[in-house]
């Protein structure tokens, strides 16, 4: 799929790396930090999801001794960041129909699909209709450069973050800032600034960006992901269930996927 469609045209696959397309970048969703309360601004029928701080905000966290704190998302639906380095979004209680989605931020699709599905995901985990989780990963290989590197850097910064509600936006914030297949980028640099005015600015976090503390982490989960037999992103699953590209075409289609599973 060429980098810049809005979503998966029929018959379409999930992406997979091939020769880099010309570069473009896309819009991201709108981060702000609003009287001390961490706000995402998502456009869907005018909706808003409010994301709440954390209590220590998330800034200090990032060894594998600190603790992984959830986020309150307005509505009653929870942000938890797991272990492994995914995150489940979804209200207390849910457990079914599971969404997962795998990504990576090197491929020119995912940006498209987070824009484009990101906001009805919120809703639907906020209106407890299903428990969501994202997968950051990485599919290039180790010879795919500067994709492969770009990949590692965007999702060990990612797993830096011990908070559920920092961890959406920036989520979010790197999507927005996603380079094309032919740039180098998510510097370190980049990465410790667009995370700032989240509030993310501890030492130990800024340690595990520049570190790259999870990157070994990241390649082993994104080689069991691929072994499980995800091959192109963005996939999704949905109760374990790999979804079809007709199916993930648009939020409307991927949302009847979802009601269909429940």
Same mark, same amino acid.
């Given at each position: 799929?060429?980098?810049?469609?809005?979503?998966?045209?029929?018959?379409?696959? &999930?992406?997979?790396?091939?020769?880099?397309? &010309?570069? #473009? #970048?896309?819009?991201?969703?709108?981060?702000?930090?609003?009287?001390?309360?961490?706000?995402?601004?998502? !456009?869907?029928?005018?909706?808003?999801?409010?994301?709440?701080?954390?209590?220590?905000?998330?800034?200090?966290?990032?060894?594998?001794?600190?603790?992984?704190?959830?986020?309150?998302?307005?509505?009653?639906?929870?942000?938890?960041?797991?272990?492994?380095?995914?995150?489940?979004?979804?209200?207390?209680? !849910?457990?079914?129909?599971?969404?997962?989605?795998?990504?990576? %931020?090197?491929?020119?699709?995912?940006?498209?699909?987070?824009?484009?599905?990101?906001?009805?995901?919120?809703?639907?985990?906020?209106?407890?209709?299903?428990?969501?989780? %994202?997968?950051?990963?990485?599919?290039?290989?180790?010879?795919?450069?500067?994709?492969?590197?770009?990949? $590692? #850097?965007?999702?060990?910064?990612?797993?830096?973050?011990?908070?559920?509600?920092?961890?959406?936006?920036?989520?979010?914030?790197?999507?927005?800032?996603?380079?094309?297949?032919?740039?180098?980028?998510?510097?370190?640099?980049?990465?410790?600034?667009?995370?700032?005015?989240?509030?993310?600015?501890?030492?130990?976090?800024?340690?595990? !960006?520049?570190?790259?503390?999870?990157?070994?982490? $990241?390649?082993? !989960?994104?080689?069991?992901?691929?072994?499980?037999?995800?091959?192109?992103?963005?996939? $999704?699953?949905?109760?374990?269930?790999?979804?079809?590209?007709?199916?993930?075409?648009?939020?409307?289609?991927?949302?009847?996927?979802?009601?269909?599973?429940?």
């Amino acid at each position: 799929m060429p980098p810049g469609a809005g979503a998966m045209p029929p018959g379409a696959q &999930p992406w997979q790396p091939g020769p880099p397309p &010309p570069p #473009r #970048r896309g819009p991201g969703l709108l981060i702000a930090l609003i009287g001390g309360g961490l706000v995402a601004v998502l !456009v869907v029928v005018a909706a808003v999801v409010l994301l709440t701080q954390g209590k220590d905000g998330g800034s200090g966290g990032g060894s594998d001794g600190t603790s992984l704190q959830a986020g309150k998302i307005a509505g009653g639906a929870e942000a938890i960041p797991n272990p492994d380095g995914s995150l489940t979004m979804a209200r207390p209680g !849910v457990t079914s129909p599971v969404v997962d989605i795998y990504e990576d %931020f090197s491929c020119p699709p995912c940006g498209n699909f987070d824009r484009s599905n990101d906001p009805m995901l919120k809703q639907v985990a906020v209106a407890g209709e299903a428990k969501v989780v %994202f997968h950051p990963m990485v599919i290039f290989g180790e010879g795919r450069e500067p994709q492969h590197g770009n990949s $590692v #850097r965007a999702a060990s910064a990612l797993r830096c973050v011990r908070e559920g509600a920092r961890w959406l936006s920036y989520q979010d914030a790197l999507y927005a800032h996603q380079p094309s297949e032919s740039t180098e980028g998510y510097a370190t640099s980049d990465l410790l600034a667009w995370a700032a005015p989240l509030g993310l600015t501890g030492d130990d976090f800024k340690k595990c !960006v520049s570190g790259q503390r999870y990157a070994s982490d $990241v390649a082993s !989960v994104s080689q069991s992901y691929i072994s499980s037999g995800i091959q192109g992103t963005p996939s $999704v699953r949905v109760n374990g269930t790999l979804l079809a590209s007709s199916d993930v075409q648009t939020p409307d289609a991927l949302r009847r996927a979802i009601e269909a599973a429940s």
